[in-house]
Every structure is written in C-alpha cells, then in structure tokens.
C-alpha cells in the first residue's frame, strides 16, 4: 500500500462489542493475583472504602478521559495526542512503547499458565511448586543477562504469539470482538465454578475472614489511600494507549460515559469475586496445613505458581481446579494482551499509512521477537521482574501524569473533552469530574516522585545494577529517545486531513446536540 493511500479504518460494529473488549483488556492477571492480597494487605474489608472512592473519583473519570481523546481524534495514542498540540505527541509515544514493554514480558506469563494447566492434570511439580517452577521450569540462573534458551518456556511462548497475531490479523470487528466476545463469557463461567468450589473447602470460612475482617484503623494511614488508587489505576488499562485506541474505534454516536461506567464496575466486580475465590483456597489451604491465613497469603508470580500448584496438591479434585485456574489466567492473559499489542500496531498503521495486516506482521512481529529472545532464557525472570516494575510504577504513571500535566493544565482541554462526551453521553459531566481529574494527578504524581526516589536509593530486589541499568533506567530512556525521535517523523498529509475531519465532525456533532439538548 502506498503512504498516499487511505487504509480504512476499522470500527466495533456495536457498542457491546466494544464493552466486550474493554472489559476484556481491563480483567487481566493483576485482578486474579494482586487485588485478593492488597486488599487483605491494606484493611482487609475497610480497603473497599478507599478502593470504592478511588474507582469513583480516578479510575472512571480517568476513563472518561482517555475516551474522549481517542474517540475524538478518530486516532490512535500518538495521533490523539497531536490533536491536542504538536508538542504532546511524545507523550502518546511514550504510552505506546510502555505498551510495547509490557505486551514483551506478559506474553511469558501467559506462556507460563499455559504450561501449569497440563502441568496441573498431573500435579508435576510433586511435593515442592517452588523447586519445580524455579529449577524444573524456569531453570533459573543466578542474577544477570543470559540467552542461555529453556525450550520448555520457549514453546509455549511462540504459541502464545501465534494466537495473538493470529487474532488480531482478523482485524478489530472479527478478531478483537469476535475473540472478546467468547472468551470473557467464557473465563466468567470457568471463574464462577472456581469461586464455587473454593467456597465449599474445608477452612473456606477463615480464608473468607482473613481477606473481609475490616480494620478500620488502616484507614488513618496514607499509604492504604495510595494502594487503593494504585490498584484501580493499573488494573482498568489506563495510560498506555489502550482506551484511546479502542475509543477511537467506536462510531460517531456512542454512550461513552455509560460505556466506561459498565467497565469500570465490571472490572471491580471481577476483582472482588476474585478476591472471594483466592482467599476461600488460601483458607483451605492454611487449614490444611495447620497454619494462619496470613503465613500463606502471598501475590503475583508466587502466588499463582507456587501457592496454587501447593493447594492444588492438597484438595480433593485438585488437578481439575489446578486445570481451570490456569486455564482463567490463559483467558485472561489473552484479552489483555490482545488490547496491548493493538496500540502499537494502530499507532504505526496511523503514522506511516499502513494495512492492518502490514503493521500487525511489522509491529507484532518484531514485538514477538524480542519477546522470544529475552523471556524463555535462564535468566528471563529476572528481566521480566524488572520490567515490569519499572513499565508500571515509573511508565505507566508517569504516562498518565505528564497526560493530565499537559493536556488538562496547560492546554486546557477538559472542557473540551466535557463537551464532547455530554454530546454522544447518557451521563453527564460538568465541573465534578474536571476537579476530580486534576486531584488525581496529585495523587500519581506523588506517587511517581516517590517510586523514582525509591528505585534510586534502594535499587529492586538486590539485583545488580546491569539489570536494573538495562531492564529498568535503560528500557525508559530508550521510550524517551524513541518517542522524540518518532514524533520528528512527519506525518502524511492524509493522516493529518483525515484527524482534521474527525475533529471537525466531532464539532459539528456537539453543537447540534447541545443546542438540540439545550446545552
């Protein structure tokens, strides 16, 4: 295709197409494996107030945002930031290299899942889940940079890639929607029998108390306040392109803000059900083994990996628990994956003209390699640690920061956004939400400076500087560099007319429904 010519773009052929797939992107392995143990971590049943306010007042609001952005500009991450003005560009970028990072590294993590689902059939990890995924699987070298291959991470790996590229090869409608469609359904009936079962485990009730017993106390302590706005900010996939990429897909006259309110209470419904499911196996398990809740109760890797693989050898049936559970995570992994490895592909699509079958072959392409290289090697965890701590908690947040410094403060443009989503929107925004949008960058803002000022005088997890140096610092200079550097690329004439329609449809379309509406 030549960079004169104008790729159409694709659109969701219903707004419960689109719910399907926001939904889908927004469920991911955080909400099964992080938001049970930071809840009980932070208060225990007193964390939902302060998750509940940060879900009302962050994360919705902040999903208002981003789909006003994307759904206006008819663009992708950078394209929408440009609309706003020439010098925001970078930050789109930036959010879609975090993007980039991120789909790298979880890929693995699906890769693993899938692995511990036949592994569960036969409980292969025997009497010790640490050991066995660690040594057994992983082959895990000592700290450093290795591209020594684990053939058994490996496969899994490429098939991963395989039906992600696969999928988004069909394109938004038929394989975005398609796949979101069948398998959020589908991970919610498998999780519900999940949770079922956990319920009716011996110690299901302490496990149940462990996790809801409020502690009202914590509520006094700042820190439970900025867990619980750290928690709905990464698990609703915010801030790195994602939402302004799949906004931009939807028709012209779409409920934004009631869409994002479904989404919003749709994921938080997931996690508190998750929450119920995890801490009901936790309670069985420290009964079985004669212990508290508390000396089980761990998050992430650990938990899934070697907490899981432990309880499923100690329950009746546990290789058909152990079978669903990671068959749930594989589910979930994917329709997030789906949604990150979209906002490069439509961000390169958007800059240099692109088929859609051309940019996901380029971009997945060359995502999935570096993702083959790093992740399935002896020293692949450790990368993946790494990079994931500096994408989400230095990235991730400081994407969103410089988006609410820039676009809302200095440019202005809430107001504008207001508009936009009171013209096609069932719930209206006034000055509320504009004031909300603000405090929250407060919020991320202290949250970022006091992650950097950690990182650099404590380093992560006593790993060498080689690692942190090029898995962490490196990796976000390199997004900084290569943000300039694709934003000095010009953009074809065409994209840039074609923003510009978009924008002036949008417009036309919110004056006549606000003096229709009597705006």
Request: hydrophobic share 55%.
């Amino acid at each position: 295709m030549s960079p004169t010519s104008s790729p159409r773009r694709e659109v969701f052929v219903s707004r419960g197409a689109f719910i399907f797939a926001a939904i889908g992107s927004a469920v991911g392995l955080g909400n099964i494996w992080r938001f049970p143990y930071v809840t009980y971590e932070n208060g225990g049943g007193a964390f939902l107030i302060p998750y509940l306010v940060a879900l009302l007042t962050a994360g919705i609001p902040l999903l208002f945002f981003y789909y006003a952005m994307g759904h206006r500009s008819r663009g992708s991450a950078p394209l929408a930031y440009r609309m706003t003005h020439r010098a925001a560009e970078p930050i789109g970028w930036f959010a879609t290299g975090i993007a980039i990072i991120i789909g790298i590294y979880y890929a693995a993590i699906i890769g693993w899942a899938g692995s511990y689902m036949f592994f569960s059939l036969s409980e292969a990890w025997g009497d010790d889940a640490e050991g066995f995924l660690f040594g057994e699987y992983l082959k895990l070298a000592d700290p450093g940079i290795s591209f020594e291959f684990v053939p058994g991470v490996l496969i899994p790996l490429i098939i991963v890639w395989a039906i992600v590229l696969g999928i988004l090869l069909l394109g938004v409608q038929n394989g975005i929607a398609r796949f979101s469609k069948i398998f959020i359904p589908l991970l919610i009936v498998l999780f519900l029998a999940l949770v079922v079962r956990s319920l009716f485990l011996p110690g299901a009730a302490e496990g149940l108390n462990a996790l809801f017993t409020p502690d009202f106390s914590a509520l006094t302590d700042h820190k439970v306040w900025i867990a619980a706005y750290g928690q709905i900010f990464f698990s609703l996939s915010i801030a790195f392109g994602i939402m302004i990429t799949y906004a931009s897909y939807l028709k012209k006259k779409t409920n934004l803000t009631g869409s994002g309110l479904v989404v919003g209470f749709s994921n938080s419904a997931f996690e508190i059900l998750a929450g119920i499911g995890i801490f009901a196996a936790l309670g069985f398990m420290a009964s079985a083994q004669g212990v508290e809740v508390s000396e089980v109760a761990s998050s992430g890797i650990g938990l899934a990996f070697v907490g899981f693989p432990t309880l499923i050898s100690q329950m009746p049936g546990g290789a058909i628990f152990g079978f669903v559970f990671f068959a749930c995570l594989v589910f979930a992994g994917l329709t997030s994956l789906i949604s990150i490895v979209q906002v490069p592909i439509q961000a390169l699509r958007d800059k240099f003209r692109l088929s859609n079958k051309t940019s996901t072959a380029t971009v997945g392409g060359a995502m999935a390699i570096v993702s083959l290289v790093l992740m399935p090697t002896v020293t692949g965890l450790y990368a993946l640690d790494t990079m994931d701590a500096w994408a989400n908690n230095i990235g991730i947040v400081g994407s969103a920061v410089l988006a609410i410094v820039v676009v809302a403060w200095l440019l202005g443009k809430l107001p504008v956004f207001k508009r936009h989503l009171n013209a096609v929107s069932s719930f209206k925004l006034g000055w509320t939400w504009m004031a909300l949008i603000s405090i929250t960058g407060v919020v991320l803002a202290y949250m970022l400076v006091t992650q950097i000022i950690t990182y650099a005088t404590d380093g992560y997890e006593d790993y060498p500087a080689v690692i942190i140096g090029t898995y962490g610092w490196g990796m976000i200079a390199l997004l900084v560099v290569a943000s300039i550097v694709l934003t000095l690329v010009r953009w074809p004439k065409k994209t840039i007319d074609d923003m510009n329609e978009a924008i002036a449809d949008s417009v036309a379309e919110e004056n006549l429904r606000n003096e229709t509406k009597g705006v």
